[in-house]
């Protein structure tokens, strides 16, 4: 597998190599080359295939020759030992939890698989780095845990003091260990800004950063799977598929992106966001320009005024966007409408969509997945398209006990994995958005 960078101007890299450093050096993202495809005989014979195996299966197609297949085997085993469930909301409709890992999101996916792939290569050579991440709020926790207790790779976890929940942040500051939280008085997209500029910076070079969001290929890989599985488990019936997609920085639509590259027929990709609407902007007006600062919405996972990920749905559709935001070459813009529909939902909307869902069909969703159902709920009423739907539910509903509990009165069921951090003390440090200040915490934690 070879990657190249989206900003056209680095070597082409391997694996590893893409996912130890993270950012290619011209501060592109890496994409691979070229994707295997599944023929449908092989997407069938994922049928009765625990999620486990088909991820084996999958990413030994995926990473052939990059890890031994003993190893790969014993990874996707140990990282997917939770359940996927498909529950089925009416004849067209499903809801995928992708909420059952530790920390009850979909980042844990992502997360679970790139930490033991990099603790892989790491051993391999006895080296040992610093994974830097920003997070909105589920991707620290995700990633903590996933790193938690590793000996050659530390974490250091940048989040927006306003804009995570109690819950989230405890998932961060309880851990210990290898594990160093920072809460950043600013937004996501400041922490994102400072994490972004001491990967770039020559000065740390020295620390062995790397990064650990969804700008890293290692995470990008593993969020494929789950829409080659679910579309094996209801192939029964459906041609096509649509996937409706609650999104953010655009990882998990990346990974929908690159499951229908290797071969899953899905018809539209559907992607929704909260009031930050810069992505269906783009995509009705052609024209791109972030939102600064993003907006706080309940679905706060969300709130990305500027998702990195867009840079490489442009560059698999021809065109090239740089970090900033400029796009110097550009898509394929009729036939990125013609796969991709892209939706903006409100707060209010959200909220209703909670309630209709659990009255009309006696189902729990949260903020984040209520922004999917609605999404679908809009492009089914303004196409006519009723071709089966899967939506993706990427939280569990009692990381937001306030939001669902207004609109449905149910008190959803804490897991056992979030009660555990409860009773916990915490451990942070502080920190404002300059970068100098950031820079120097770095040189002398690590240093
Ligand atoms: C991160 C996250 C999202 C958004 O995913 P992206 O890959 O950033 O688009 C949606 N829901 C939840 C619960 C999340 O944690």
Do not use: W
């Amino acid at each position: 597998m070879k990657l190249y960078s989206t900003n056209l101007n680095a070597p082409e890299v391997s694996f590893q190599e893409a996912l130890i450093t993270g950012l290619a050096p011209d501060r592109g993202l890496y994409m691979p080359k070229s994707l295997p495809s599944f023929s449908k005989e092989e997407i069938d014979s994922f049928k009765d295939a625990p999620y486990s195996e088909v991820a084996y299966r999958v990413l030994s197609k995926v990473l052939e020759g990059e890890v031994d297949d003993e190893s790969l085997k014993a990874i996707t085993y140990e990282a997917y030992n939770y359940d996927v469930p498909l529950e089925q909301v009416d004849e067209q409709t499903y809801i995928m939890r992708l909420d059952r890992g530790p920390t009850a999101s979909f980042k844990d996916f992502a997360a679970r698989m790139m930490a033991r792939l990099m603790q892989y290569y790491l051993n391999k050579e006895n080296r040992s780095l610093t994974i830097l991440t920003a997070t909105s709020g589920d991707t620290g926790s995700a990633v903590a845990d996933a790193f938690y207790g590793l000996d050659n790779i530390k974490v250091i976890v940048l989040f927006p003091t306003d804009e995570v929940s109690d819950r989230q942040r405890k998932q961060m500051t309880t851990l210990g260990k290898n594990i160093t939280a920072i809460s950043v008085d600013g937004k996501f997209d400041d922490c994102q800004a400072m994490v972004k500029q001491a990967f770039a910076d020559e000065d740390l070079k020295h620390l062995n950063l790397s990064s650990a969001n969804s700008i890293n290929i290692g995470r990008l890989v593993p969020q494929s799977i789950y829409y080659i599985y679910a579309y094996a488990k209801l192939r029964d019936y459906p041609e096509e598929i649509i996937y409706s997609i609650p999104s953010g920085n655009f990882g998990n639509m990346m990974g929908c992106v690159l499951a229908r590259t290797m071969g899953v027929p899905i018809k539209k990709i559907i992607t929704s966001v909260n009031e930050n609407d810069e992505v269906p902007t783009f995509l009705s007006t052609g024209k791109y320009s972030k939102i600064v600062p993003s907006k706080n919405c309940l679905s706060n996972a969300m709130n990305v005024g500027h998702p990195s990920n867009l840079a490489r749905l442009i560059a698999i559709y021809g065109g090239v966007m740089d970090e900033q935001g400029n796009i110097s070459k550009e898509p394929d813009m009729d036939k990125l409408r013609n796969d991709i529909y892209s939706t903006s939902v409100t707060d209010a909307e959200t909220k209703e969509t909670i309630k209709d869902i659990f009255e009309t069909y006696n189902v729990l969703i949260e903020p984040h997945g209520a922004v999917g159902v609605k999404g679908l709920l809009e492009f089914r009423a303004q196409s006519g398209d009723n071709t089966l739907a899967v939506t993706l539910e990427t939280a569990d509903p009692a990381k937001f006990p306030e939001h669902v509990k207004a609109q449905t009165g149910v008190e959803p069921e804490l897991p056992d994995s979030l009660n555990k951090v409860e009773s916990k003390d915490e451990f942070m440090d502080y920190l404002g958005t300059e970068y100098p200040a950031f820079k120097n915490y770095l040189q002398e934690k690590l240093g």
